[in-house]
């Protein structure tokens, strides 16, 4: 969620971000040697500030100049530019698992995805598989199959499939339910992410990196997505590729470590950890936190619940709550102290120009003190009739938040909870919210697995979440001296 500032109605046209070449889909394409061209370059400079948009902005200070400086310097093995500084290298104020490139040298990873990683070779093989995308021209290849090719990738496709079908106003409802989400994303066909993978693995030897990095940090995003859908209850322990940039990176471990061979080269373990050590780790007060099943924003003043069996996802400018059963995003938008009129204002919304949207009814209530107004809307689709509902709060004179969900026709009561939840929360509690960080520290004689990760900030999975955190299996151990992350509570 933003921070206190109006956004569009939540449900508006999705990141109109096309990610392809302006020769078009029919022109050549150019090879993986050929350097970034000019209508490149134009593409990547428009679509730079809508990405910053979308994940929370560019950090600064020492820990974005770390990752700039590393950037740059696998992105120069690729032959896209011919100095550094031909490349655009950011660090987003993410708590989303995340990396990519677009053309014109621009190349993106999130802090949390560089928390996870565990020695600056990592870091090199995560952003040169990005700039291998690029090279490679992935994303004009897709283009050229499917005509067009936007950010809006898989999770339109997810939500679209399983409830909505391929109708107008299932894309449209699609769209409106991605907007903010963090969930956008670009797919690339299997080959297309191992060809990415082989030229990331060529970039970290060219620069003198241990070329096994890739299958290390594949490894660890693995172990964290099966540890996030444990977390989430998701007992198969299985990402939905709608809600991952990379899907399945389990299967391309050992891939990656036959690609590397027997080739070996630095690591620089102690240089990164130095470097990352104070990042902030998961969610950003400023944008509010996820805590377990519970949504707090201390500076918007609110909190509520997710269902039970439902995992959230927050944004820039929504948080999306997720479940097998429906789907739902939290926003906001303007507001003129008319609740009723906000929720049909909403409703037009989702539908889009070409559909006319709007709830059977409209029925006002109170909840938790808060003046609040909701509707329900039933929308036929290519697999049958759901339900979409708008569950509005009036926050004062000039501003509501809204919830607005998905799920098939007479089952939107499991949202009923969540919006039962909705409450302000007092500035005592909202002062008690302080980010999680990295503290690096070094392991002293006697200190174990066990030990250190009794240090770490949550109330569940500490052990768990210890050894994802520093790449070690199930049987690892520690010895003195040697460095590992933490999670603590810090300012």
Known sequence: MPRLKKIALGCTAALPLVLASCMGAGGNIPSASTPITQSEAQTGAEAHPKLLAEFGGAMTGSHAQYVQQVGRNIAVQSGLG???????????????????????????????????????????????????????????????????????????????????GDSGIGQQLSRGFLQGSQLLTLRFSRSQELEADQLGVTYLTRAGYDPHAMATVLQSLAAQNALDASLQGRGDATLPEWASTHPDPASRVQTARQMAGDRTGVTNRDTFLARIDGLVYGDDPEQGIIEGRQFIHPELRLAFTAPQGFYMVNGTRAVSINGQSGQGQLSTGPYDGNLSNYVRNVFRALGGSGQALAPASLQRTTVNGLPAAYGTARVNSGNGQVDVVVFAYEFSNGQAYHFATISQAGRSGVFTPMFNSMRRISQAEASRVVPRRIDVVTVRPGETVASLANRMAYDNAKEQRFRVLNGLGSRDTLRAGQKVKIVVRGT
Request: proline content about 1%.
């Open 82 to 164: 011919n100095a550094a500084s031909d490349f655009t290298v950011t660090l987003l104020n993410s708590s989303v698992n995340n990396a990519f490139a677009i053309p014109g040298g621009y190349v993106y990873t999130t802090r949390q995805l560089v928390t996870l990683m565990n020695n600056e070779a990592e870091l090199a093989g995560v952003l040169g598989h990005e700039v291998g995308h690029v090279a490679a021209r992935h994303s004009q290849r897709r283009q050229a199959r499917a005509q067009r090719n936007t950010l809006l990738g898989a999770a339109g496709a997810i939500l679209s499939g399983i409830f909505l």
